[in-house]
């Protein structure tokens, strides 16, 4: 496959997904008064939780397309009198936001369902807690074009973590409740784990595997949908 071809596919698909995603953002902040009194807390987080993937996905995505409207996607910018790529900077805010994502998100189904803070919940906000602290280490080399091993894999182990112990509290209480709309929301999240996995162990080895990134990034818009056709617009069917 033609590499030229596929960056500019690339380009084009995060350009779209940016505006997208702001999109999504934008519908839920303007259309808060549609929401039930019931859902509204959920709706809010929910609200809090893309404004959050969205701003750092402006980051990673933003610096990668202008990386490549640069001429050069290993381009460099000097941070704090340390040359760093822009990649590599969109990389490291992406990591943080995505991290909080999931924190806001364990908040997300204590609200749905009216639970406490369990074990479950301090253990996975524990983890979240764990990632953010544990991408400051210099050994992440945040400032390189391509991530370093097994740093990379090391870090993202706390987030599967959050994203298992997630999906295991949503399927739990989603079908025990027979809530479709979180039904539905939880299996966006595992289609995004399951694009997202064979990118972290095996790209390296096999850069194409990069392009499931893209799916990734639609199971994440899927989730967005869903959220506002099940919250935002219930109380309009009504």
């Known amino acids: 496959m033609n590499p030229l071809w596929v960056t500019w596919f690339e380009t084009g698909f995060n350009v779209v997904y940016l505006i997208l995603v702001w999109w999504m953002v934008v519908m839920m902040t303007r259309n808060m008064s549609r929401v039930s009194e019931k859902d509204w807390p959920t709706a809010n987080l929910i609200r809090i939780s893309f404004i959050l ?29 340390e040359p760093a790529s822009l990649v590599g900077i969109g990389m490291l805010t992406t990591a943080y936001t995505v991290t909080l994502f999931y ?8 609200r749905r369902y009216q639970q406490p803070s369990g074990l479950a919940v301090n253990l996975l906000l524990a ?5 953010l602290i544990f991408m400051a280490l210099p050994g992440n ?13 090391y ?7 959050q994203g298992i112990g997630l999906l295991w509290l949503m399927f739990d209480w989603a079908y025990r409740k027979q809530d479709r709309v979180f039904q539905w929301i939880a ?32 199971a994440y818009l899927a989730i967005a949908w869903i959220a506002y056709r099940g919250l935002w617009q219930a109380k309009k069917a009504v």
């Open 53 to 81: 993937l969205a701003a750092g996905d402006t980051g990673h995505v933003g610096f990668r397309v202008l990386a490549t409207l640069m001429g050069e996607t290993g381009a460099r910018i000097n941070l704090f009198g």
């Open 103 to 110: 924190m806001v998100w364990v908040y997300i189904w204590r």
């Open 155 to 161: 870090r993202n182990i706390p987030l599967f973590v």
């Open 187 to 218: 299996w966006m999240v595992v289609a995004s784990f399951a694009f997202y996995a064979p990118v972290i162990f095996f790209a390296r080895q096999v850069p194409m595997l990069g392009m499931l990134m893209i799916p990734k990034t639609c």
């Open 141 to 153: 080399d945040w400032g390189g074009l391509v991530p370093p091993q097994p740093m990379s894999l």
């Open 127 to 131: 983890a979240g807690l764990f990632r």
